[in-house]
């Protein structure tokens, strides 16, 4: 086991509340930010903003219910904002997945260290991209490699910027 | 009735949520449904912050392009540069407005040497919300008279057509989408065959026969076949040609930057090709050499 991982009993594991409309205006802001810097910037397509929230508000809010109706929230708004070739559900049901498995760790782990923020990110952002690629070839029945090196580019470029808007998103926290 | 453990009471909510969403899925399959309400609420949710977002960063860029970049050449002149920050900044965002003004004069003088086809002159608010598809989003909609299925151009070549329009706001699928596809033909050598995207930034011209001759560097245009966009247009480049079978595989370089759009043109007319064929219907009548129906080209 990541010696950044502590394991505790789920009564040591502190969970931390935010006001819901620091929650709505993150989530929207992931959006926006997410749908306008790829026009500028191309490599920036490489980010998922809304999945790096919905792991925060999970891993942060440690109750699992919260983090699945969060990452299906987002998750669809993301597919509404992807163009009618993408069918709503898509990433609705991968970001509900991961927000569900995200908030049951947060509630086993402490995961305030940026190393095993920047671990789980990274594993989470795979299983986000397998859930996807599963959902496309077993439901919608379309070709979809399972893996390639972009993928593992993404998923660390994705990690790494996790552990710095994870600093940034902490100061939502309510003391 | 048997009551839940509170334990795997998230679970249940789990395992519901994704049933849902997955009938939600299959419910999009069966009927072509697109679950257009959730899209018109979230769209209209995020567009006016795509807008402002676009307006801002324009502004920003523009200063740091025109303002801050000149510190560095002017140096020695700190203190005069100092005094006259003020003016310069005005200067900026003047020369940001003429940058903007010249794109668009290079838009309108496109629209006014094709006259004969109406077009709306649009600007890209903001990209698709994942990878999954390779979309963009203007900043006109159904009420500018932006339509389901219109092409969308700049003059420097074609980017793609319209998916969705909404209120304020349209969606645009980018020519090198896996489910995008144009009608288009080789300038040269006049051969026809669907050209598509593969998620990728270059597009694949999918069915030409060996046995025809295709150079490269050869222009690849649009052959009106698909009804969505006029003849002639500029597609992109052959930048690679390989053996197939039965056809070769040949890829194509877009002729507009797909990767840095800020203006589009949006051509309201469905059928711009029936206009052409009465002016000219010797002109229609395409050389076709291993064309495998292009009309197919438009997917959706």
């Known amino acids: 086991m990541n010696g950044a991982f502590d394991i505790r009993g789920e009564s040591h594991i502190e969970v931390h509340k935010f006001r819901l409309g620091a929650i709505i205006i993150a989530m929207l802001m992931a959006l926006v930010i997410q749908t306008w810097t790829p026009i500028h910037f191309s490599k920036a397509a490489l980010l998922d903003l809304p999945l790096l929230v919905t792991i925060y508000f999970g891993l942060s809010r440690r109750n699992p219910s919260t983090g699945l109706l969060l990452g299906m929230a987002i998750g669809l708004a993301q597919d509404s904002l992807s163009g009618p070739t993408v069918p709503l559900g898509l990433y609705g049901i991968a970001k509900t997945i991961i927000g569900y498995l995200a908030s049951s760790l947060g509630a086993r782990l402490d995961t305030e260290h940026p190393a095993a923020r920047c671990a789980l990110t990274f594993a989470f952002f795979v299983a986000h991209q397998g859930l996807i690629v599963v959902t496309r070839r077993i439901l919608l029945a379309q070709p979809e490699p399972w893996f390639n090196m972009h993928l593992i580019v993404a998923a660390l470029v994705n990690a790494i910027v996790a552990v710095f808007l994870f600093l940034l998103l902490d100061r939502l926290r309510k003391n | 009735m048997v009551a839940i453990p509170s334990r795997h009471k998230s679970l249940v909510l789990l395992a519901g949520v994704i049933v849902l969403q997955v009938l939600m899925l299959a419910v999009q399959i069966k009927r072509d449904s697109e679950g257009r309400l959730i899209r018109v609420w979230t769209v209209g949710a995020v567009s006016p912050f795509e807008r402002a977002g676009s307006n801002g960063f324009g502004w920003i860029r523009n200063t740091w392009r025109h303002y801050f970049a000149l510190q560095n050449t002017t140096r020695e002149n700190e203190q005069i540069r100092r005094e006259n920050d003020a003016l ?184 711009p090709l029936a206009m052409k064929n009465e002016q000219n219907p010797a002109a229609a009548q395409p050389s076709v050499s291993g064309a495998a129906n292009p009309s197919s080209a438009a997917k959706q």
Not at chain 2, 113 to 126: D, F, K, L, Q, T
Not at chain 2, 182 to 195: E, H, K, T, Y
């Open chain 2, 88 to 271: 310069k900044l005005q200067i900026a965002q003047l020369q940001g407005k003429a940058a903007e003004a010249d794109r668009l004069a290079v838009l309108l003088n496109f629209r006014q040497s094709h006259g004969e086809v109406p077009m709306i002159a649009a600007r890209v608010i903001g990209a698709g919300a994942g990878t999954a598809s390779l979309t963009i989003q203007l900043d006109r909609g159904e009420r500018d008279g932006i339509r389901k299925n219109m092409g969308v151009i700049t003059p420097d070549g074609v980017v793609g057509k319209v998916v969705e329009a909404y209120p304020n706001a349209s969606q645009v699928l980018l020519l090198t989408d896996k489910e995008s596809g144009v009608g288009a033909m080789l300038a040269d050598s006049r051969i026809q065959s669907p050209i598509g995207g593969q998620g990728e930034p270059l597009l694949v011209m999918k069915y030409v026969p060996n046995d025809d001759t295709v150079n490269l560097g050869e222009r690849v245009i649009t052959s009106g076949m698909d009804r969505i966009f006029p003849r002639d247009l500029p597609v992109g480049t052959v930048a690679e040609i390989k053996p197939g079978n039965p056809f070769k595989q040949i890829r194509v370089k877009p002729a507009a930057n797909l990767e840095r759009l800020e203006e589009v043109l949006v051509l309201p007319s469905l059928r």
